[in-house]
């Protein structure tokens, strides 16, 4: 706002494009909201595994795309709610004599922990690694299931 | 995970493409892949999370090559959302080839959600040797 208010000189035109930007955004905020997605989606904390996490009645399930990485290269911890899941992503090593076109894939170290709304079982959670697709099923601690109450 | 040396990941966005006139709506994100090529082979790898081999479709008609991978659904009907980062669909590549491939010889392979496809070369487009006589 200090910079409209310093280089509000109408001859400069400051002032109309402020304005359009407003009225775009504006637009954009109105479109949002038209859209009612139900998830929320995250912009994304920038680190390397993207998650999603789903949850029913007894588990939460997490999941990550991790394509080219080995279950051995692969470490997830658990304790209290967090889950931490951390690896390597080794891509082997080509032919010397080979020219390269494209290289869009990604090697490294990640690293990445998680806190879960409720309580888990941790002893309890089991992960499998298929295709690529990461999945962790994290069992919902007894005290945090939803109960249903019987009505006499 | 001694090697100290190697870089940490860094997340890349999923990239949408559009795919005009597609009869179920949903995503397609173009897979990242590494294209290297030797004297008598060009390698393609493509990183397809998700991706069975069944449902998997490598297309090569008139040195344009097609990759098409579906993803079935793979979460329970009754599972709700909590925190979504990546969006999952098919994913789609075209790629067109200037090397005259043969077509009985590709190999493709999939492994880890990673596509390894292997496309040897014709005979004829293999760089041969042209020796110069004296005389």
Same mark, same amino acid.
């Given at each position: 706002?200090?910079?409209?208010?310093?280089?509000?000189?109408?001859?400069?035109?400051?002032?109309?494009?402020?304005?359009?930007?407003?009225?775009?955004?504006?637009? =954009?905020?109105?479109?949002?909201?038209?859209?009612?997605?139900?998830?929320?989606?995250?912009?994304?904390?920038?680190?390397?595994?993207?998650?999603?996490?789903?949850?029913?009645?007894?588990?939460?399930?997490?999941?990550?795309?991790?394509?080219?990485?080995?279950?051995?290269?692969?470490?997830?911890?658990?304790?209290?709610?967090?889950?931490?899941?951390?690896?390597?992503?080794?891509?082997?090593?080509?032919?010397?004599?080979?020219?390269?076109?494209?290289?869009?894939?990604?090697?490294?170290?990640?690293?990445?922990?998680?806190?879960?709304?409720?309580? =888990?079982?941790?002893?309890?959670?089991?992960?499998?690694?298929?295709?690529?697709?990461?999945?962790?099923?994290?069992?919902?601690?007894?005290?945090?299931?939803?109960?249903? =109450?019987?009505?006499? | 995970?001694?090697?100290?040396?190697?870089?940490?990941?860094?997340?890349?966005?999923?990239?949408?493409?559009?795919?005009?006139?597609?009869?179920?709506?949903?995503?397609?994100?173009?897979?990242?892949?590494?294209?290297?090529?030797?004297?008598?082979?060009?390698?393609?790898?493509?990183?397809?999370?998700?991706?069975?081999?069944?449902?998997?479709?490598?297309?090569?008609?008139?040195?344009?090559?097609?990759?098409?991978?579906?993803?079935?659904?793979?979460?329970?009907?009754?599972?709700?959302?909590?925190?979504?980062?990546?969006?999952?669909?098919?994913?789609?590549?075209?790629?067109?080839?200037?090397?005259?491939?043969?077509?009985?010889?590709?190999?493709?392979?999939?492994?880890?959600?990673?596509?390894?496809?292997?496309?040897?070369?014709?005979?004829?487009?293999?760089?041969?040797?042209?020796?110069?006589?004296?005389?």
């Amino acid at each position: 706002m200090i910079t409209s208010r310093f280089f509000d000189f109408p001859t400069l035109g400051w002032r109309s494009h402020f304005d359009e930007l407003d009225r775009m955004r504006q637009q =954009i905020d109105r479109l949002m909201n038209d859209t009612e997605r139900q998830t929320f989606r995250v912009p994304g904390t920038g680190v390397f595994p993207l998650l999603n996490l789903t949850e029913d009645k007894d588990n939460y399930y997490l999941r990550a795309e991790l394509p080219g990485v080995k279950s051995d290269d692969l470490e997830i911890n658990a304790t209290n709610s967090n889950i931490s899941i951390s690896g390597e992503r080794k891509l082997p090593e080509e032919n010397k004599g080979a020219r390269f076109h494209r290289r869009e894939r990604d090697s490294g170290r990640f690293s990445r922990a998680i806190t879960l709304p409720g309580k =888990i079982d941790s002893d309890k959670i089991s992960a499998s690694l298929t295709n690529g697709m990461l999945t962790v099923t994290i069992p919902k601690a007894e005290s945090a299931k939803p109960r249903q =109450i019987q009505i006499h | 995970m001694a090697d100290t040396t190697s870089k940490e990941m860094q997340v890349k966005e999923k990239h949408e493409v559009n795919k005009p006139e597609q009869t179920r709506p949903a995503p397609i994100f173009t897979p990242a892949v590494d294209i290297f090529e030797t004297d008598t082979e060009i390698t393609l790898l493509a990183d397809l999370p998700g991706v069975t081999s069944d449902n998997l479709n490598i297309d090569l008609n008139d040195s344009v090559l097609t990759l098409t991978g579906d993803i079935e659904p793979f979460e329970n009907p009754d599972e709700e959302d909590l925190m979504i980062e990546y969006e999952v669909g098919q994913y789609y590549r075209q790629f067109t080839l200037s090397e005259i491939i043969d077509q009985n010889k590709i190999e493709a392979n999939l492994g880890d959600g990673v596509l390894r496809l292997t496309l040897p070369k014709a005979e004829k487009a293999k760089p041969r040797k042209i020796e110069v006589k004296a005389g």
